[in-house]
């Protein structure tokens, strides 16, 4: 069964400094989604990662995958307040469906 | 173009009550799936449909959970006998195909409270 783990659960920072937030999984998922979810908000899609070593970037945000290590980073370059939410990651199980297992969500606080 | 949609945004019920929830997902959207979101915490998988049919029903918690998608595009989430357990956000999301290279497309949700 496959489980997602993510770390930190809540992180408060500083506007302009960097931080990363990590995701384990538990078993092979050869995908790895990250969502953004702002409060009484649905999820909106951020990255989807397709294989070992796949690197995305969108602004100040960038994903990593590495699927031997069943890791990925969520890197936040220089934060802004606007980058204040809940941010979640989610493997793709496989066993013949297409369902999402998500981790328990960073929620992240950017100061001024 | 238009996202997921889901009615009602809110619904307040009493304990013992049957509820229906809809999903209205993208146009030519094949995929659909119904996740519950509990107070923090990320969603959690019900039912995957591709099509009219319920291709992986894993995730419904008990039989007083069912969903039905008749003509491949509307679905409706239906519980039985509610439980102030089952309180929670409702969330709807479609894909094209299902195919794991492409984005679910996740709709604002319903957000259910069992009085």
């Known amino acids: 069964e496959l489980k997602v783990e993510q770390n930190p659960l809540f992180l408060s920072m500083q506007e302009g400094k960097n931080y990363t937030i990590y995701c384990n999984y538990s078993?092979?998922?050869?995908?790895l989604y990250w969502y953004r979810q702002d409060p009484g908000k649905s999820l909106e899609s951020l990255f989807v990662l397709l294989s070992n070593g796949a690197v995305k970037q969108e602004g100040r945000l960038m994903a990593s995958l590495d699927t031997k290590a069943r890791l990925s980073t969520l890197h936040i370059t220089a934060a802004v307040h606007d980058l204040s939410a809940t941010y979640f990651c989610a493997g793709l199980f496989q066993g013949g469906s297409e369902k999402l297992v998500f981790g328990k969500g960073t929620k992240l606080t950017v100061n001024p | 173009g238009a996202g997921v949609s889901q009615t009602p945004s809110n619904k307040v019920t009493e304990k013992g009550k049957y509820v229906e929830l809809r999903c209205d997902p993208i146009?030519?959207?094949?995929?659909l799936y119904w996740y519950r979101q509990s107070l923090g915490q990320g969603p959690e998988f019900l039912i995957y449909?591709?099509?009219?049919?319920?291709?992986?029903d894993s995730g419904l918690p008990n039989d007083r959970f069912f969903a039905v998608r008749p003509e491949g595009s509307v679905s409706t989430l239906k519980i039985q006998r509610t439980e102030r357990g089952d309180s929670a956000v409702y969330l709807c999301?479609?894909?094209?195909?299902?195919?794991?290279?492409?984005?679910?497309?996740f709709g604002p949700g319903t957000r259910l409270l069992v009085l």
């Open positions: 999301a479609s894909s094209l195909s299902g195919d794991p290279q492409e984005t679910q497309y």
């Open positions: 449909f591709q099509g009219t049919g319920a291709a992986d």
């Open positions: 146009s030519g959207h094949t995929a």
């Open positions: 078993t092979t998922s050869d995908r």
